[in-house]
């Protein structure tokens, strides 16, 4: 028997789950219209590759991954497109998503159902970019693109994640009890792939006829179907890894940098229908539950509004709300005309009878419940306390980003104190300071180098003023030829071409340093906005040149030199454009690693940091050089 | 609720403190067989007037007064002040302490969950602060005077004819004026005042306010630490001393025994509002607060010391809970896998 360790915390919320697991997966009725979002994964969302009018076959693709967070996305089923527009969207927002709207023909007629035959003999890259393809994301709630997860280097355990903690949800419970041998030869395929030294598949022990079926299904392999405690949330895939396998997870790192990796059972089910069947994901297991008449699992296609499937189920009277996912981590549907994604795991209708409302919160009395049953190990009522005061510095110190969110502590609270909405409040607040403070500094960088533009320009000029000044007087004695005018221009021509040299040094160091598209096009807009800017002043010079006679040749000089300074200018703006463009088509897949969902954000932030640093770095210069006039204020 | 958890436990503050008065009942039925009806009336007094506190505070505060008079804080409050008072002791003492508690202490503070300082013993300790020789006068036990006779006395202070003197001093009291005249504790503690542990009777309702705490320890709300600590930290000092010099030092039983300790491991330092919330920080805050009632009791210029002991580390709570914050998740050092 496996040693199993305990996390800490957990609560164990009426489980709710039989309603729902007395009769066998049904298959949904394919609704008159399916709205199928392009947003399926935790990155961009798939940019649509069909047009209004078109006739699509099931499994066609219709929207292609936009970036490596991304996956495909395919028809659900046969039928024409009819609209691709913004529609409802199941998330607490309420905001609406692109979504390809079709009319189904009725027919459910497949298109070419192409199996990665000789997936075995393939390289693994291929695997996964073929798994990307047939849009292959996490299906546990998370859709997180699945190619990414599985392209770990080594691996010491495999964890399946079969324990379904949240109450009410048995979608995968009748996914493991019915479609058992599907799922472990899925796990084959991620086994084959990733070649851990074990495989664990955690259940919880409510589910005896998974944890058999599933038993059963594995007879032949050293997969291990390991039962662990109904305790939610066990099924968090970093509660799970501890239990299964001693090891804690720390916030901001990946499971994979401690040698594991987490699959829900019905990703790895979806895996092998890809590459076993050449199906693509246009259907998941939903469970319909709560005040219905008849609460069930069934396959519903990707698409199916809920309202519809909410109906099918039979809707009772009294019905307030649609929850989609459980009671513990899930959201009341703002529009239930929302298609069904593939995070839509489990649809509840809520009626207050069924799941009341919270009574009105009492002060906290700091008994200390919620610390007890957080599994992240926080001081809820510290966290609570530090956002109800909006003093968000101390929640952060106190680890308010290490919440997950589960609910737990407003579970149990004693004074029904709807704790999780208090961090939800402090993080978003958090974040949209951060986002300002982001926005600040890009506009402060903005301008500091345009101080220094100004500057520099104005150093320039007074610099060519004195070798023109130094080159009068010893061509005094001469005619009065036209040497100063080369000498002045030759300098412009050198200051420009440095100026330029270092541009584009600038610019091919910088991708090296970040790695980021983001940063040369932000560099090349720069550049660009400086060529203007040359070009007008350029023109601005000259008229004054025509006009004040005196001053022409240094006139002349300075439009040669500006015209010089912005067609160098536009070349390097154009190269790191280029270079930008190039990064993006490289997808920078294969160079930046495999991150977790924080990859573009990372790589945003580490664009801002070069920005700032750079600006940091001119400013530095600046201030070097005007170092007899220094002010107190600005170091 | 349109935000998850879609699911909440259905426990309520009200239910939390309705155990808490259901655990201390053992305890007031002993204190009424030994010592008399008067506890009920000093009981019966404290709840009204806190009640009546509670009402008028919320009323000024301009906060629901139903809402927070149901949530039963003050009734807890009324009954631990009641039960550290003297059962004989004079009717506007009781209400004063209890105003004192009520008002001060607690709604000045801005109600429940914010006080710092333990309403209860904030009321004692004014009480015994301001009135020590009243606040001494304990009706021994044994010296039984009808029900009547003691509601008259708690109210008239006229006793019936024939009885002269129904008050004296606690146990720990007599203990600490005998010890300053030179006898032993041995000899002492013979006197009948005293039974098999501590203060004749004392020691039954102490078990009885222990079975409470395992009622309440059993139904998950209160921790095991804090009073399981603060008994330790009596014993901490009672058992070397008493082994060094048992003539001069009590046995650390008495000492867990007498007074308000047992009351004060069981229901005072348990407290959520004003003591700690962290495992390790119920550790500390309980083992000091029992520290301090040894050194108050035996070194220190009051017999009895639970109030001050509490308050004092009440004090400390804010810093103990950020020094002993437990690392998250992952972020344990050495890690603990």
């Given at each position: ?41 935790l ?26 967070l ?72 998370a859709?997180f693109?699945?190619?990414l997860k ?87 895939a ?11 997870v720390?916030?901001g790192t990946r499971s994979t940098d ?335 690693k495999p991150a977790g969902p924080a990859t573009m954000d990372d ?33 | ?337």
């Open positions: 028997m496996r040693v199993l360790h305990a996390f800490h915390g957990g609560v164990h919320p009426p489980e709710n789950k039989a309603q729902s697991t007395g009769t066998p997966i049904a298959t949904a009725p394919i609704p008159p219209r399916l709205f199928v979002p392009m947003s399926q994964s990155g961009n969302a798939a940019l649509p590759c069909v047009k209004t009018g078109d006739e699509v076959l099931k499994g066609q693709k219709i929207g292609e991954a936009d970036g490596r991304s996956a495909a996305v395919h028809a659900p089923t046969s039928g024409k497109i009819v609209d691709i527009a913004p529609h409802a969207y199941a998330h607490p927002s309420g905001l609406a998503e692109l979504c390809v709207v079709i009319e189904p023909d009725g027919l459910d007629a497949w298109g070419e159902r192409k199996p990665l035959a000789d997936w075995q003999a393939l390289p693994a890259a291929d695997v996964r970019a073929f798994l990307a393809d047939m849009g292959v994301v996490g299906l546990g709630g859709v693109p699945t190619h599985l392209s770990a280097p080594s691996l010491d355990t495999l964890v399946i994640n079969g324990a379904e903690c949240e109450p009410f949800i048995s979608c995968d419970d009748m996914l493991m009890r019915e479609r058992a041998a599907d799922v472990v030869a899925g796990i084959t395929i991620v086994a084959t792939l990733m070649r851990p030294k074990e495989i664990l598949i955690g259940i919880e022990d409510n589910k005896p006829e998974a944890i058999a079926a599933m038993r059963e299904a594995c007879k032949g392999n050293h997969f291990e179907v390991v039962t662990v405690p109904t305790i939610y949330p066990s099924g968090g970093k509660q799970l890894i501890r239990r299964l396998t001693g090891k804690e720390p916030h401690m040698g594991v990796q987490c699959f829900n059972v019905a990703t790895v089910y979806t895996v092998e229908r890809a590459i076993e069947h050449g199906e693509p994901v246009t259907s998941r297991i939903v469970t319909l539950t709560g005040d219905v008449e008849r609460p069930h699992n069934v396959e519903a296609l990707i698409g199916t509004p809920m309202n519809f499937l909410i109906d099918y189920a039979g809707r009772r009277t009294g019905v307030s709300e649609v929850l989609m996912g459980g009671p513990m981590m899930g959201f009341a549907l703002p529009d239930e005309d929302a298609g069904v994604t593939k995070a839509s795991n489990c649809l509840i209708a809520r009626s207050p009878a069924l799941l009341p409302d919270r009574p009105p919160a009492m002060p906290c009395i700091r008994c200390g419940d919620c610390a007890s049953a957080c599994p992240a190990e926080l001081q809820p009522m510290d966290l609570y306390w530090f956002a109800k005061a909006k003093n968000f510095g101390k929640a952060q110190e106190w680890k308010l980003f290490d919440c997950i969110e589960c609910g737990a502590c407003s579970y149990v609270c004693p004074s029904q104190i709807p704790l999780v909405d208090y961090y939800r409040f402090a993080k978003g607040e958090i974040w949209g300071a951060e986002r300002d403070k982001k926005a600040a500094d890009r506009a402060r960088a903005r301008h500091e180098f345009r101080q220094y533009r100004v500057e520099r320009d104005k150093e320039e000029k007074a610099q060519r003023l004195a070798e023109r000044a130094a080159a009068k007087d010893l061509a005094a004695p001469s005619s009065q030829s036209t040497l100063p005018a080369d000498d002045a221009k030759a300098a412009a021509i050198r200051a420009a071409m440095e100026r330029a040299a270092n541009a584009t040094s600038a610019n091919v160091a910088a991708p090296t340093l970040s790695d980021d598209a983001k940063k040369a096009a932000i560099e090349a807009a720069m550049a660009r906005a400086a060529a203007r800017k040359a070009e007008k002043q350029a023109g601005e010079t000259q008229r004054s040149a025509n006009v004040t006679q005196p001053a022409a040749p240094a006139g002349m000089d300075d439009a040669k030199k500006a015209a010089i300074q912005a067609a160098l200018e536009r070349a390097a703006a154009r190269k790191a454009e280029k270079q930008a463009a190039d990064t993006q088509e490289q997808g920078s897949a294969n160079r930046v790589a945003k932030k580490a664009a801002i940091q070069v920005a700032m640093e750079r600006a940091a770095a001119r400013k530095a210069v600046r201030e070097a050089q005007d170092a007899g006039q220094k002010d107190k204020n600005r170091r | 609720m349109t935000s998850s958890p879609f699911m909440a436990r259905p426990t309520t503050v009200s239910m939390v403190m309705l155990k808490v008065l259901g655990a201390l009942l053992p305890g007031i039925a002993l204190y009424a067989w030994f010592y008399g009806a008067g506890m009920l009336v000093q009981i019966a007094l404290a709840s009204i007037s806190a009640l009546a506190a509670e009402a008028a505070m919320l009323k000024a505060r301009g906060q629901p007064i139903g809402f927070f008079l149901k949530d039963g804080s003050a009734l807890v409050t009324a009954w631990l002040l009641a039960l550290s008072m003297p059962p004989l002791g004079a009717w506007w003492m009781i209400v004063v302490a209890t105003l004192f508690a009520i008002v001060i202490a607690k709604q000045l503070y801005g109600g429940l969950g914010n006080n710092p300082f333990n309403p209860a013993m904030v009321g004692f300790a004014v009480m015994i602060v301001a009135f020590p020789a009243q606040m001494a006068q304990w009706g021994s036990a044994g010296a039984h005077l009808s029900a009547g006779d003691q509601l008259a006395y708690i109210f008239t202070r006229a006793l019936p004819p024939g009885v002269d003197a129904i008050a004296s001093a606690t146990p720990l009291d007599h203990l600490k004026t005998q010890l300053t005249l030179g006898a032993s504790v041995g000899d002492t503690l013979a006197e009948p005042v005293y039974g098999h542990l501590a203060g004749a009777g004392g020691e039954w309702i102490a078990l009885a306010y222990l079975a409470g705490a395992l009622f309440l320890w059993r139904k998950r709300l209160i921790p095991w630490q804090t009073p399981l600590a603060m008994l330790a930290g009596v014993a901490a000092l009672a058992l070397p001393l008493w082994l060094v010099d048992p003539a001069h030092f009590a046995n650390p039983l008495f000492h867990v025994f007498a007074g308000a300790t047992m009351l004060g491991a069981a229901f005072i330092v348990t407290d959520p509002v004003t003591g700690p919330t962290t495992p390790r920080g119920r550790l500390i805050f309980g083992f000091s607060v029992g520290v301090l009632v040894y050194v108050i009791r035996v070194f220190g210029g009051f017999p009895d010391s639970v109030a001050f002991a509490v308050l004092i580390m009440n004090i400390a709570v804010p810093f103990i809970d950020q020094a002993t914050r437990p690392p998250a998740f992952g972020a344990k050092k050495g890690g603990r896998a």
